[in-house]
């Protein structure tokens, strides 16, 4: 199945970089550390984000320190829409998202929501991300534990306070719903296709500002979704 995406950046690819070269990584901010800390846990957790486009959501948190697995897919809407046609209509409630799989004595929750607000999604932008627009593209965090929620509202909180941003944070924060993994040929798109011109343009340069900027959260080696298909 040919992606919708795929179709853009072979067709116009001197068409997107023009109009969305400038908002590949649109003005990242290294934000400070949460003040919030997370409560001690046990075992693998699991993080569940939304905010864009999922290739870049994944091929960011593949590279951080202690997560064990990121899978695309998508959260916020039901079981029978989860297909990535139907999602694109925007009609669905869903949004595109990621899974990510952490040992919190590696990385913090809070400390990939640092990623996640510095160099993976603009929370500034409403039910958009960059090129991609419609509320299948919203930043949406989707806490599994109350414990999370905590984290996450005083973090965008801290943020607010701090005037981190220039403009309001409209990322959302909702109580984890589910989560259905996508299509087979979105897992580890970024991975399998660095010379994709949406992918260049785009989230390339998102993982090169996880490097510069947060360098101690930062992996050289991926982590694959085929490696740990059984986690």
Not at 114 to 137: C, I, K
Request: some cysteine; hydrophobic content about 40%.
């Amino acid at each position: 199945m040919i992606h919708l995406r795929a179709l853009l950046a072979t067709a116009a690819v001197a068409v997107i970089a023009v109009a969305c070269g400038a908002a590949a990584d649109e003005t990242p901010h290294a934000v400070p550390a949460a003040t919030a800390t997370d409560a001690p846990a046990e075992g693998v957790q699991t993080a569940v984000l939304s905010g864009g486009c999922f290739w870049g959501l994944q091929g960011v948190f593949e590279h951080v320190k202690g997560v064990k697995q990121v899978l695309s897919g998508y959260a916020g809407g039901s079981a029978a829409t989860a297909q990535y046609e139907t999602v694109s209509s925007g009609s669905t409630g869903h949004a595109e998202t990621v899974q990510v799989k952490f040992d919190p004595k590696q990385v913090s929750y809070a400390d990939l929501l640092r990623v996640y607000f510095s160099v993976a999604t603009d929370p500034t932008e409403l039910n958009r991300q960059g090129p991609d627009d419609g509320t299948q593209y919203r930043g949406n965090i989707w806490t599994t534990t109350p414990d999370q929620a905590r984290v996450a509202k005083a973090y965008i909180a801290q943020l607010q306070a701090s005037h981190t941003f220039s403009k309001p944070i409209v990322t959302r924060v909702d109580a984890y719903k589910g989560f259905y993994p996508a299509e087979g040929y979105h897992q580890d798109f970024l991975i399998k296709n660095p010379d994709y011109p949406y992918i260049v343009i785009n989230d390339l340069p998102k993982i090169e500002n996880l490097k510069r900027m947060l360098p101690q959260l930062y992996v050289a080696t991926p982590v694959r979704v085929a490696e740990n298909s059984h986690s």
